[in-house]
């Protein structure tokens, strides 16, 4: 079966870095890819999506890579805040199939 | 807006009740989903429906079911609760998972059984 892995220790940065997450898959490559954001005692809520034969994918202060060949997905927050301190969803969608998230990567951004 | 509303946000039931938690959406999504999201397993799917009176099994169903009588509304049932069903239910809908389609998510419910 399909597994994925992120980060579960959580990543500490410094507010004005860029903040990088990792997201790796094992198996056969998605058909799309999804990253969201949940923050405490809340539902994920959707941020960005990169089919498999995009490469990059941009939205203002985000970035998402997909590597088919390193079956890997990189999410970067540029000159990052503190209000983005929040645990990060990366989930993998199939043709035909549902997503399958993995267990996330918390990320603390100190001012 | 998409909203997805959840019927509670913290619950605190018995072992052996029967729990019902309850999910509208109000977007006229086709897709609705319930998972579970506990510590370290990340979210995990229990049941979905890709339209009314329709569901299916997720990876985890045992213990639980759902009804889907109105095309909004998604309930999930655990027909008698028990300490391991302790978790936080998301509940989340779609308008064509196969295409590629956010998901939108409720608030969450935190289930605790005693």
């Known amino acids: 079966s399909q597994k994925i892995e992120q980060n579960s220790e959580a990543l500490n940065i410094q507010e004005g870095k860029t903040a990088t997450l990792t997201c790796n898959y094992t198996n056969y490559s998605p058909a799309y890819l999804q990253w969201y954001r949940q923050d405490p005692g809340r539902g994920p809520v959707f941020l960005l999506l990169?089919?498999?034969?995009?490469k990059e994918k941009r939205k203002e202060r985000l970035k998402v890579t997909f590597d088919t060949t390193l079956k890997q997905s990189l999410f970067h927050i540029t000159a990052s805040q503190p209000a983005d301190s929040a645990t990060y969803l990366c989930a993998l969608g199939y043709a035909g199939n549902m997503l399958t998230f993995g267990g996330g990567t918390r990320l603390m951004v100190k001012p | 807006d998409v909203k997805v509303t959840q019927s509670s946000r913290y619950l605190v039931k018995r072992t052996g009740e029967k729990v019902f938690l309850e999910c509208v959406q109000d977007?006229?999504?086709?897709?609705m989903f319930w998972y579970r999201q506990d510590p370290g397993l990340g979210l995990r799917l229990i049941y979905f429906?890709?339209?009314?009176?329709?569901?299916e099994k997720g990876d985890i169903p045992e213990g639980y079911s759902v009804s889907r009588e109105k095309k909004e509304r998604f309930s999930l049932i655990l027909e008698s609760a028990s300490t391991n069903q302790t978790s936080m239910y998301l509940c989340?809908?779609?308008?064509?998972?196969?295409?590629?389609?956010?998901?939108?998510f409720g608030p969450g419910t935190r289930l605790l059984v005693l």
């Open positions: 977007m006229d999504h086709e897709n």
């Open positions: 989340a809908s779609s308008f064509n998972q196969l295409l590629g389609e956010t998901q939108y």
């Open positions: 429906s890709y339209d009314v009176k329709m569901k």
């Open positions: 990169i089919r498999e034969n995009e």
